[in-house]
């Protein structure tokens, strides 16, 4: 048997391996530690014992993962939701309690099991569908606000469940009186901390970061963490209840990004160690003989439970369309299922075969969630007829705004920079379409006037609707890197010579946008450093006129399209503006001069022109070099003055 040291060498060598291959596979690491944990474990290699020890251990896991949770929790959201999260989020909840109760009762399950099993089965899976949600853009849509509120009420119900399957274990006769005492309990205990807690909180916390000690501060979260876990299990209840009332206490102070920052180590290497422990718990001998029954149990959570939210959602006054695609999104088993599984567990309320058919669904079903996402459109498409009508309306609607211009450009996404960006191209008389999926603020900015409409910018028929074969350009103003990428495929395929300038939350997503097709993209840290510069720079004295020309100079060396631009019909044709570095995209057809022949061979220098950048159907952000090999359909973006880029063009074109 190894010893401690290697134990711990093995697991986490085993989780690193394991882990970094389901984040490339863009699979969520839970699963990895699960696998890792069946691998290791006593029912498999058996490398690993079962042990008490590092069952405690990893209950510091649930821990961390409470408080993170009374983190983020917030009075004012649950106010402005309260309708989807106590209406849409109690129906999903105790739909699904109710119905493994009934049947449970069928096939002789104890009334507690039961209840503990439903409660398990009803959670889903808050970090992969509210990153799924962010990276499709889908936050802000109705079925996406609808998932995130049911995603919020099983955060909170966790809680109550905590209290109440421990006191399923005692004998019936006096569990309405043990139910009685935690309720107790938890109100008294709830009381004193919400009502007296925050003021003190704030009081100490002010304190400790008065030291400036970055020590102090993470040792004081780590004792106000543990201190009320303890707490919590000195009057009766759950580790976990005590560390939900001390993200409760500091979520409504300032302090709180910082202490969220400092927890997540903790939070994310306890968190897996927890489990790699559940996985532990997983019999792969007892699972391939309930195949059957695990693969069945699988179907029915998929179906039931995407039935229940779509009755509840429809009952609350959602279209057909919606309710599914919420159903569809919620259907899946949840991260928070394996918390109330290991106390299931340690009171023997259920029995281990059935135990280990539903950890096994779970984790089955949490592989499949992202698949049944991604397939969710053309499943209510298929199955709900009014969606059809539903998406005509919004996609003649965009073709409406779009109908009388061109030479416009699209916005994708009406945020807060993709506004900014339309007032400028207002005060210079340019149009423009935006799309974006809020509702709420395609509403507002509507009715002020705004040319927005509310559309997916990155399907096909809505960048047709918004006049993608007559625009100038497209912008993308949003930073989710995915969904951008999604965006850029979509519309060079439609439009391979298309400008498309996108923005970049980090510098680091800048190559795979690049590759992606973008003419330019534009990072915000280094916009942000820029102006930072420039006013330090004022402030010190450095006269203005240099500042200036130092950023237009720095842009100029960052930015290949801030050295031309693209010519418009309201350009000067003579005069200074005719000798100004502009930018001109010239698509070769197949019986080009230059299709064939590389970009050193047409001597486009000789013209005193440059090529910006070279666009392809198959190979986005292609490098432009003097071996790159012209293609029939390729898209040559020439940079230079007009009568040198009209030579250049008749090179390219017919070879003089």
């Known amino acids: ?73 917030s009075l004012p959201r649950l106010l402005a939701m309260k309708r989807t999260v106590f209406g849409l989020g109690s129906a999903q909840v105790l739909g699904c309690i109710a119905l493994v109760m009934s049947v449970g009762h069928l096939f002789g399950l104890g009334w507690g099991a039961s209840l503990a099993l439903g409660g398990t089965l009803a959670m889903s899976s808050t970090a992969i569908l509210s990153k799924l949600l962010s990276d499709r853009m889908e936050l802000d849509s109705k079925h996406g606000r609808e998932t995130m509120g049911v995603l919020l009420f099983q955060d909170i119900a966790v809680v109550p469940l905590l209290i109440l399957i421990p006191a399923l274990s005692q004998p019936a006769e006096a569990l309405a009186e043990t139910l009685g005492i935690a309720a107790l309990k938890a109100v008294v205990l709830l009381t004193l901390v919400l009502g007296f807690g925050q003021r003190l909180m704030r009081a100490w916390f002010t304190i400790v970061a008065r030291r400036r000690s970055g020590e102090l501060f993470m040792l004081n979260v780590l004792l106000i963490t543990l201190g009320l876990a303890w707490l919590s299990q000195l009057v009766g209840l759950s580790l976990a209840l005590g560390a939900f009332l001390a993200g409760m206490l500091i979520s409504e102070t300032e302090f709180r990004y910082q202490v969220e920052e400092d927890i997540k180590p903790f939070r994310d290497v306890l968190l897996g160690l927890f489990f790699v422990t559940v996985g532990m718990f997983l019999d792969v001998h007892v699972i391939a003989s309930h195949l059957f029954a695990v693969l069945g149990m699988v179907a029915a959570l998929l179906v039931v439970k995407c039935a229940i939210v779509f009755a509840a959602s429809r009952a609350f006054g959602s279209s057909a369309g919606t309710a599914l695609r919420t159903g569809l999104w919620l259907c899946a088993g949840g991260e928070f299922g394996f918390v109330l ?9 259920v029995a281990p075969e059935l135990l280990q058919t539903t950890v096994a669904a779970l984790v089955v079903s949490m592989l499949l969630a992202p698949l049944v996402v991604q397939a969710s459109d053309r499943i209510v498409l298929r199955f709900v007829a009014s969606e059809w009508l539903l998406r005509s309306m919004e996609l003649t609607r965009v073709a409406a705004q779009s109908m009388n211009t061109s030479k416009h450009i699209i916005v994708c996404g009406y945020g807060r920079s993709g506004q900014y960006m339309a007032r400028f191209l207002e005060q210079e008389d340019v149009s423009y379409v935006a799309l974006d999926l809020d509702p709420e603020r395609v509403r507002e900015a509507a009715a002020a006037g705004d040319t927005v409409v509310y559309g997916d910018a990155s399907r096909h028929e809505t960048l047709m609707a918004a006049g993608i074969m007559r625009a100038s350009a497209l912008v993308i103003s949003f930073g989710e890197v995915e969904a951008a990428l999604r965006v850029l495929h979509r519309a060079l395929a439609l439009r391979p010579d298309l400008p498309v300038v996108t923005r970049a939350s980090d510098e680091k997503d800048m190559d795979r946008l690049s590759q992606g097709g973008a003419a330019e993209v534009v990072p915000e840290a280094f916009e942000g450093s820029i102006m930072l510069a420039s006013h330090a720079l004022a402030l010190v004295g450095v006269p203005l006129n240099r500042v200036v020309r130092r950023i237009r100079d720095v842009r100029n060396q960052r930015y290949a399209l801030m050295r031309g631009f693209f010519h418009g019909t309201s350009d000067a044709a003579d005069g200074p503006e005719s000798r100004q570095v502009r930018l001109h995209p010239v698509t070769l057809p197949a019986g080009a001069h230059a299709v064939g022949r590389t970009l050193g061979a047409m001597s486009l220098d000789e013209f005193g022109v440059t090529v ?23 898209v040559v973006v020439l940079m230079g003055v007009p009568a040198d880029l009209e030579q250049a063009e008749g090179r390219l074109l017919r070879g003089r």
């Open 341 to 349: 599984v290991s106390q299931i567990d340690g009171l023997g309320l």
């Open 1 to 73: 048997m190894p010893n401690t040291l290697e134990l711990v060498l093995l697991l986490l060598a085993a989780a690193v391996v394991t882990v970094a291959i389901f984040r490339s596979l863009n699979l969520p690491p839970v699963l990895g530690y699960l696998l890792v944990g069946a691998a290791v474990g006593p029912h498999a290699l058996k490398l690993v014992p079962a042990s008490d020890g590092a069952s405690h251990l990893a209950e510091f896991g649930v821990v961390f993962l409470m408080f993170s949770i009374g983190l983020e929790f």
């Open 612 to 634: 910006s950048a070279v666009r392809r159907r198959n190979i986005r952000g292609l490098a432009p070099s003097a071996e790159t090999l012209m293609q029939a359909g390729d």
